[in-house]
Structures are given as C-alpha cells and as structure tokens.
C-alpha cells in the first residue's frame, strides 16, 4: 500500500509557520519589544520581571529547534531579566540559536552579532559569595552584578560563556567553548578558558 507524504517544503513550511505563531505569542505574553520581521524558528523561553526591559531589533532570528542549525541546540532559546530596571537588548539582524542571555542590570548584543549554539551570556554571578546569603531568596543588591556590552558583527562560538563585566569590541571573534571574563578588543579573536586574544583580524 502506497503511503502518503506530504512534500518536504510544505511540511518546513508547515512548521515554521507554528513555530512563529508560538514564538510570537510567548514574546508577546512576556511582554517584549519586537521590530519587524523577528523570526522564531521553534518558540523561545521570554521571562521578563516586572519594570524591565526586553528588546528584540528587526529581523532578529531566535533558533530553538534543531532542524534549523547544523550543530543543534540543547534547549531552546532563554531570554529573561531577573530584576526591576533590568535591560537585555539585541540588535537588528543578530541571530542566536539555543542559547541563554540573562540580566539583572543590563545586557546589550549589537547588530548584525551570530551568537552559536547554546552560548550563555550573563551579567551576574546569580548568587551571593557568601554561603549564608546563598541560601536565602535571591537578594539582587548582594550579588555581584555588572553590564555586558557585546559590539556589532560580533560572532561568538559555540558553547561559549560571556560572563559578567564583559565588553566586546566590534567584529571580534570568541572561540567556541571559551569562557569570557575579561574585555575582547574590536576585531580579533579570542579563546580558551579564560579567554584571551590569539589573533587580530
């Protein structure tokens, strides 16, 4: 008996019509800021706290599914803040797939950024040093905190963390896997654990 299939393209189609519609509907339910034509190929994780900003630029892409990036994600895209005042901001034309941006003071990503599979950039440490203070409900004002800037055409590789204090020049490159805990200069390449630069551009 012959089975019937629907066609490859419209299947794709299919889905990625219900992944933007979900997408859509979860940013809007947070309450994020879109420009034109953000696209959510599967739906990405928004978590706002109240008084803070979250703001997608035109044409952002947020990857969540597998099916559409080659090394895959493990989870999908989070995007959240985790304090009042808190700011996370992408810029035009950036693409992320699978991975975590958190803040609790302010996280800026730049135009035109490709951010690799499962990269996780924060600008806090989440918890207090102190062990007491640790395991109480998280006091923002006693843990350790600082904005993270990351430049335009800024291309960060897979699995890399950005931690808190960063700044990232414009074009620079971040190897995948490094751990970021110093500033990277405008177009050259970083990497390792600590990351440091290995090259200019």
Not at 6 to 12: L, Y
Not at 118 to 140: M, N, Q
């Amino acid at each position: 008996m012959k089975r019937l299939r629907w066609p490859a393209r419209i299947g794709d189609k299919l889905l990625q019509l219900t992944a933007q519609s979900a997408g859509a509907a979860l940013a809007w339910t947070a309450g994020a800021d879109l420009g034109s034509g953000v696209r959510f190929l599967g739906p990405a994780l928004l978590s706002r706290f109240e008084e803070s900003q979250i703001e997608l630029g035109d044409r952002v892409v947020l990857c969540s599914w597998s099916r559409w990036t080659a090394l895959g994600v493990a989870h999908p895209v989070v995007l959240r803040t985790l304090a009042r005042r808190a700011v996370l901001r992408i810029g035009r034309d950036t693409g992320i797939s699978g991975g975590s941006v958190c803040a609790a003071v302010r996280v800026d990503i730049g135009e035109r950024c490709q951010i690799g599979a499962d990269v996780l950039i924060s600008d806090t440490d989440f918890h207090a040093l102190d062990p007491i203070v640790r395991r109480e409900a998280t006091d923002w004002s006693r843990v350790a905190s600082a904005p993270v800037r990351i430049g335009n055409d800024v291309f960060i590789g897979s699995r890399a963390i950005v931690l808190k204090g960063v700044e990232i020049g414009d074009g620079a490159v971040i190897g995948a896997g490094s751990v970021v805990t110093r500033s990277v200069r405008s177009r050259c390449v970083a990497a390792g654990n600590p990351a440091r630069v290995v090259r200019e551009l």
